[in-house]
């Protein structure tokens, strides 16, 4: 997975593995979620967003199955 960093209250940084469809979120709190059967489109619409912190809460939080590591 590839690390890009953010600009965001909240989260540090996002990796996205195209193969597994992780979606990887690190926080500031130093949590990292691990989401799983995220489409690549999802993963760009994330990285597009105006605020990323904001569309993480309304599309990815609520809707994908993850692990808190």
Excluded at 28 to 44: G, M, N, P, R, T
Excluded at 46 to 59: G, Q, R, S, V, W
């Amino acid at each position: 997975m590839k690390r890009y960093l953010v600009n965001s209250r909240n989260i540090i940084s996002v990796d996205y593995d195209e193969i597994t469809l992780i979606l990887e979120i690190e926080f500031k709190l130093l949590a990292i979620h691990q989401y799983f059967e995220v489409s690549i489109d999802e993963f760009v619409s994330l990285m597009k967003a105006p605020n990323i912190e904001t569309h993480y809460l309304d599309f990815i939080y609520s809707k994908y199955y993850f692990n808190v590591f």
